[in-house]
């Protein structure tokens, strides 16, 4: 009785309303019980994906428990309900149903990939795994384990040095600075009841995004968001905001001597936000400058023209609480030094004179151009609908975004490059020899053979 | 696993090659062929209005001349230089400013070049990869550097890198005198010697119709691609025979090895073997699809027998991961690695591998567990349709080591037919009969 009401309550009350992008048309769907989410769909495979998020991540994690969130999304899908480990994941297998759960500094993340045949079994294993997950002393102490042969087996990985060396700096004193995914000794602090305490405060309502892709229909999706998430607690009053961070501008290099045959040089310096109206300007900048690949500034002068990497690429990271600029090098000891020099002089060159005209037609023709190659999986879109909501870019994001991208102009890339790059405050993070190397004399010259040596 | 697949560009999470193939419409790909031998390759996908175009050429490190070992590799690097219409690196541009991305990649049986875009930009892709399949020119300068480029991405991908280290090595030892024992990017001391004749000879060797492979996936029909494929590649002439593709496929010597590498940057030990085993070319090849189902029911997710076995009963490992490839010209290769647990040894995780493989081998396959196998890699192959872009990877991946599409496509059918005897037999045949090879990477003291 009840279910055949609630059935026909849903067909009435699923609100929705669409917009036609590109060749994906997204819609809004509101399920009976509230929930809203971005839906595009898809029947040409029986094929449905879901991304959702949670605001509020491992930076909110305390310090003597840092890798928190990290263990327990690892834990969610390790039995739930009347179902253990082992019962939980042949539920998936048998099915393939993918189900996963991540976090980063900011969110709780998660994703169901799962046949239509399948989806409600799905659905199911989402709600249980988020609001009955078991903590078992098996599974949990298994994946404790596994996070710390994990970490110790990354601790002498350079690239991972040379990342929260960058972070330490970049973020002293700020929840950003620390190793969101813990260390061996936080890792075995972290107990089942904070486990738990994890789930009655991070999962709720009131800071979920939802998006759905694929061969669902908004009654369909309405009823599954209430299946899934409509047990959660409407809120937890946690307060999932951080303290805005104040980026490093001391412009300091940090050398860790490490006996690598090649320097891994990390540099960072402050960025923007996502919200900062002049996001999609440094987008373009970002692109001509070392984002582009083979488009790029960084790329030309330090592969192409000099051979000096193989690899070398800027990013503009936007969290929460702070944004980034970022380049990231992998150079031979004795040519590291000369890389620098040469990341330096381009960081000098585009504050100075932002882009040229050409520059910024070619930024604008790729980032307009490459915009629909997003939008080729299933899981791609939903991943983007869920950012596109995050960041409340609106339902017709999708069509409008290329306009955005159009109306920058180049007075606007000379204005943003003169403020948003800052050659003097870079934080140099150089893990290898690259710093000694610069120290003996003979370093411009012949590359000593003991570095060649693996 | 140490993944044997080079790109010209460090890609973020690329998608690579799906670990499963093809059904009677597992991509529902299109085949044809043009007058001069080049195979071409629609697979349709009107998600969005892209493509993923690519060239597969069937040569790759394996088929390097002797001494010459990275050559196919630094080759892909200079393919992006020029051609008398697209000089001095502009091929990258024209791709970029038409929304494109474009990229590379060698392995030990194939180099591949492929541009994502928009369909209504095909065109242009397809004249300027049809136009450096014959018309390369390469400045000497050019290849002086960018050998510079290779040598440093070697020191990234290998030098850096203990585990891949080890992994040459192990290589090395296992495949002894096959062609799959000489690393993809080449040893460093022959990377040096390249030159640009070096460069020359293998292109215009390898570099024709007759061993290429068109695949386009996304938004388009093999009605729409076939007008276009004899426009741009139709008339590029034959140069003569396809190659051959000679492995050195003598394996007779059935010794394992062992080899330990000890180094001050490894915290975590790390334990891998890999086993020579049957290919969709080599050995016995009625054995792929029944060790494709050993593969799953043994390390496919945290239900499969060794993750349950050594991982949450026994607690020696912390992670296990099992891979077989079968995609390959000479023999395939099927692998297991293992983290031990802390405080567990190198040696007592191989004895309870060894222990646990031959109870599974001996009576632990039923015909539920085959059962069960099946029906799990049969639901899942709904989502190698699912990516417009990654489904040419796929497919190209397969065509490129001489897998007719028929067969590609007739992935769920071939699982069916498979019986519980035959992934007993099969299995057998590898795990115990089979030469393999054991990578053990250790901590140094002074670290």
């Known amino acids: 009785m009840k279910t055949l009401f609630a059935a026909t309550a849903i067909l009435a009350t699923v609100l929705t309303a669409s917009y036609d992008a590109q060749a994906v048309t997204v819609e809004e769907v509101t399920s009976p019980g509230g929930i809203r989410a971005y839906l595009a769909q898809d029947h040409t495979n029986p094929i449905i994906g879901l991304s959702f998020l949670l605001q509020g991540g491992a930076a909110l994690d305390p310090d003597a428990k840092l890798g928190l969130s990290g263990m327990a999304t690892a834990l969610l899908d ?37 046949t239509t045949q399948a989806s409600s079994v799905a659905f199911e294993m989402l709600n249980l795994a988020m609001t009955q ?65 994890w789930v009655k405060t991070r999962l709720a309502k009131d800071r979920l995004i939802v998006a759905a892709v694929g061969d669902i229909t908004p009654a369909q999706l309405g009823q599954a968001l209430d299946k899934i998430f409509g047990n959660l607690p409407a809120t937890t009053k946690l307060v999932a905001t951080l303290p805005a961070a104040s980026v490093s501008r001391k412009g300091q290099e940090i050398n860790v001597e490490k006996a690598l045959p090649q320097s891994i040089i990390s540099i960072g310096q402050p960025g923007i936000k996502r919200s900062d109206p002049d996001w999609y300007v440094a987008q373009v900048l970002d692109y001509s400058f070392g984002g582009g690949s083979f488009a790029s500034r960084l790329m030309d002068e330090v592969r192409e023209k000099r051979g000096l990497a193989y690899s070398v690429s800027s990013s503009m990271q936007a969290f929460d609480a702070a944004g980034l600029v970022m380049v990231g090098v992998g150079t031979r000891n004795d040519q590291a030094q000369q890389s620098l020099d040469v990341i330096r002089a381009e960081f000098k060159k585009i504050q100075k004179d932002g882009l040229t005209e050409a520059e910024l037609n070619d930024a604008k023709q790729y980032l307009t151009g490459a915009w629909p190659l997003r939008f080729s999986s299933t899981g791609r879109i939903a ?5 596109v909501q995050k960041d409340k870019l609106g339902l017709d994001y999708l069509d409008k975004r290329n306009n955005y991208i159009n109306s920058v102009t180049l007075s606007d890339t000379k204005r943003v490059a003169a403020k948003l790059y800052q050659p003097d405050a870079l934080t140099v993070v150089v893990v290898g020899l690259g710093a000694k190397a610069n120290d003996a004399p003979a370093a411009t010259g012949k590359r000593p053979e003991r570095e060649r040596k693996s | 696993m140490i993944s044997h697949l080079f790109q010209r560009v460090l890609l973020i999470a690329a998608a690579m090659l799906l670990a499963v193939p093809a059904s009677a419409e597992l991509y529902g790909a299109q085949g044809s062929m043009l007058a001069n031998g080049m195979q071409i390759v629609a697979v349709p996908n009107h998600r969005s209005p892209v ?40 091929m990258d541009e024209v791709v970029a400013r038409n929304g494109g991305d474009q990229n590379a990649f060698t392995s030990h049986d194939y180099t591949a070049y492929y541009q994502n875009i928009a369909v209504d930009r095909l065109a242009l892709v397809m004249e300027i990869e049809a136009d450096r399949m014959r018309n390369l020119i390469l400045d000497p300068k050019e290849v002086a550097t960018e050998r510079e480029v290779i040598i440093e991405e070697r020191r990234m991908r290998v030098s850096n890198q203990p585990a891949a280290i080890l992994d040459e090595r192990l290589d090395a030892a296992l495949w ?22 070096d460069a020359f000879a293998f292109y215009h060797r390898f570099y024709a119709p007759e061993n290429a492979i068109l695949v386009v996936s996304g938004d388009i029909t093999l009605e729409q691609l076939k ?3 004899e426009k741009y590649y139709g008339s590029i002439p034959r140069v003569g025979e396809p190659n051959a593709r000679q492995r050195s496929a003598d394996l007779d010597a059935t010794a394992n090895v062992s080899v330990t590498y000890s180094d001050v940057r490894v915290r975590q030990p790390q334990w891998w073997r890999k086993w020579i085993a049957p290919s969709y070319n080599a050995g016995n090849k009625a054995d792929v699809y029944p060790l494709t189902i050993f593969d799953s029911i043994v390390g496919s997710g945290s239900t499969s027998k060794l993750y349950r076995a050594l991982v949450i009963d026994r607690k020696v490992a912390a992670g296990v991961g099992v891979s077989y490839d079968s995609a390959a010209v000479s023999y395939g290769t099927f692998s297991i690695s293992m983290s031990p647990s802390p405080g567990v040894s190198i040696e007592q995780v191989q004895a309870a591998l060894e222990e646990e493989l031959a109870k599974i081998l001996k009576d632990g396959i039923s015909d539920a567990d085959v059962a069960r196998a099946k029906e799990r890699i049969l639901a899942g192959l709904v989502f190698a349709k699912d990516s417009s872009l ?38 057998r045949k590898v795990i115990v009969q089979s030469a393999s090879g054991t990578a053990i990477l250790l901590p140094k003291a002074g670290g």
């Not at chain 1, 997950?133 to 102490?141: G, H, L, M, N």
């Open chain 1, 78 to 114: 390790e039995g739930a309900g009347d179902k253990d480990s082992l019962a939980f994941h042949s539920e998936l297998e048998d099915r393939a149903i993918s189900l996963g759960f991540s976090a980063d500094r900011d969110a709780v993340l998660g994703s169901v990939s799962t």
């Open chain 1, 133 to 197: 997950p078991r903590f078992d002393s098996e599974p949990t102490e298994r994946v404790r384990r596994q996070i710390q042969v994990r970490l110790k087996s990354e601790s002498e990985n350079p690239n991972r040095i040379a990342s929260r060396t960058l972070m330490a700096a970049l973020f002293a004193g700020h929840p950003y600075g620390r190793l969101e995914s813990g260390t061996p000794e936080t890792v075995a602090a972290i107990t089942t009841d904070d486990l738990k305490q």
């Open chain 1, 383 to 387: 991943d983007t609908l869920v950012a």
């Open chain 2, 51 to 90: 493509v993923s175009h690519m060239v597969w050429y069937r040569a790759g490190a394996a088929d390097e001349p002797p001494g010459a070992s990275g050559i196919a590799h630094f080759l892909e690097h200079l393919m992006f230089k020029g051609t008398p219409k697209y000089p001095d690196g502009i």
């Open chain 2, 176 to 197: 002894l005198t096959n062609r799959y024992g000489i690393p993809v990017l080449g040893w460093e001391q022959e990377m040096r010697g390249l030159s640009r004749e």
């Open chain 2, 227 to 229: 007008p276009l494929a």
């Open chain 2, 390 to 427: 990654g489904a040419a990877q796929g497919v190209g991946g397969m065509l490129v080591v001489g897998v007719p599409l028929e067969e590609i496509e007739d992935l769920p059918e071939r699982l069916r037919a498979v019986t519980a005897d035959q992934v007993r037999s099969a299995a």
